[in-house]
């Protein structure tokens, strides 16, 4: 990385942060990017753009907006609402982002670009919170299962492309032969390996160590969770229980609960499979138009 690069990466890890104070949430833990947003006065919009990424409106009223293409993986959405407000945060004016085959590679050769995927990806894995996690988990991230550091990459709501290259450039937590050892392994067959059998759906990890924000997930996203939790709500299910783990799926928009016997509990948030509309609005149960 050169001088003018890590210059740009310290401001925009800088910038990231006074975000997350603005927004009154905790350095330590992960967060929800689109409710950051709102949070911080910047409406966000999924539409179906199936050439974009995203757009950035700063001119749009009553209040800027950001859109994030619905039909890109869950963890794409939320770096790229990060990048978006990036650009918001360094006044880099209206931005229309194409979709782009590998977001996890380096070589964006704009400055702007460059600071508003490390705002992003600083914003979302700040070092306090990534090292609060592995520490929590007792993970060294040189030595621990490339599962393990799948199921972290669900915890920060990110994907794990993203997550390893974080932790490798940005970070500096593993060297480059870890990094390509872990970056070797597909998502497709760590979800396998986790859950025992394909698992062609999102999969999210959720233990007892999870705080800080809701399980946010789509229609159809499945969800390994510790044994003896008992579920509340309408829009989630179990699909398996076993005496070491529960598999819950989602299945209708709404937002539930799922409650561990030892005290602990989160709130699970799911939103329709390619949703388009407004972000508060994205966990609104379906209306029954027969009532």
């Not at 450039?169 to 032969?177: P, S």
């Not at 062609?200 to 924000?213: A, C, I, K, S, T």
């Not at 510790?226 to 989602?250: D, F, H």
Request: net charge negative.
């Amino acid at each position: 990385m050169s001088r003018d690069s890590r210059e740009l990466a310290q401001i925009a890890a800088a910038e990231a942060m006074k975000a997350r104070k603005r927004a009154q949430y905790s350095l330590h833990l992960p967060l929800n990017v689109f409710d950051l947003c709102e949070r911080l006065g910047v409406s966000v919009f999924f539409q179906d753009l199936p050439s974009m990424e995203g757009i950035y409106l700063p001119d749009a009223q009553p209040r800027p907006v950001i859109i994030v293409s619905s039909l890109r993986p869950a963890g794409r959405k939320t770096m790229t609402c990060g990048h978006e407000l990036g650009h918001h945060v360094f006044k880099h004016g209206t931005q229309l982002d194409e979709l782009i085959e590998n977001a996890s590679e380096p070589g964006r050769c704009d400055p702007d670009e460059f600071q508003a995927d490390v705002f992003s990806a600083c914003l979302q894995m700040p070092k306090i919170a990534v090292a609060h996690a592995l520490t929590s988990r007792k993970l060294d991230p040189e030595k621990c299962s490339p599962e393990s550091v799948f199921a972290l990459s669900t915890y920060f709501a990110v994907s794990y492309g993203a997550f390893v290259t974080h932790l490798e450039r940005t970070l500096n937590l593993i060297g480059t032969a870890r990094a390509s050892e872990l970056g070797a392994r597909r998502p497709k067959d760590l979800r396998e390996a986790l859950l025992g059998e394909p698992c062609p759906q999102n999969l999210f990890v959720v233990d007892l160590g999870w705080e800080g924000r809701a399980v946010d997930v789509e229609v159809g996203d499945s969800v390994l969770l510790p044994s003896n939790v008992v579920l509340e709500g309408g829009s989630i299910q179990v699909e398996s229980a076993t005496n070491g783990r529960t598999v819950i799926c989602a299945t209708a928009p709404g937002i539930a609960r799922v409650c561990h016997s030892s005290g602990w509990s989160a709130f699970v948030r799911v939103m329709r499979k390619n949703y388009v509309g407004r972000a508060p609005f994205r966990f609104d149960e379906e209306a029954d138009d027969g009532v």
